[in-house]
């Protein structure tokens, strides 16, 4: 069956540092755009880090730019991302998603959420004040 399993949320303190990571399995995802999505509860999903299947180009939101690292491994068909610098707002349930890349350019995570291929429950981050 193809999935997207995400590991390593937890409980850590402000201004420490996780790293959670998105396994695939029953296919490869090579040949696709992944990303990570977050959501609190009583707030809208936001897509806060992609990266495109060549791994040439990252994307990050404003929020999380500078904190947060994307990267892939096409080998092991694992996605991670490395959150520094944590504060309480990041607080979520971060999941992870394959997307068909239909767009290039420098705006292509603009599509990312329209043409997703797959995506994972999540995994849990609080971040204590």
């Known amino acids: 069956q193809v999935q997207l399993a995400e590991s390593g949320g937890g409980l850590v303190q402000t201004g420490g540092s996780l790293s959670v990571s998105c396994t695939a399995s029953?296919?490869?995802?090579?040949?696709?755009?992944m990303g990570w999505f977050r959501q609190a509860p009583g707030k809208e999903r936001e897509l806060v880090a992609a990266i495109t299947w060549t791994g040439g180009s990252t994307y990050y939101a404003d929020s999380v730019k500078g904190r947060f690292t994307i990267s892939r491994d096409s080998a092991k068909n694992t996605l991670y991302l490395q959150m520094d610098n944590l504060k309480p707002e990041d607080s979520a349930n971060y999941s992870c998603?394959?997307?068909?890349?239909?767009?290039?350019?420098?705006?292509?995570?603009?599509?990312?959420?329209?043409?997703?291929?797959?995506w994972g429950k999540g995994t849990l981050v609080t971040v204590s004040p």
């Open positions: 029953g296919r490869t995802f090579s040949n696709s755009n």
């Open positions: 998603a394959a997307s068909s890349p239909r767009s290039s350019g420098p705006r292509w995570y603009q599509t990312f959420d329209r043409y997703l291929e797959v």
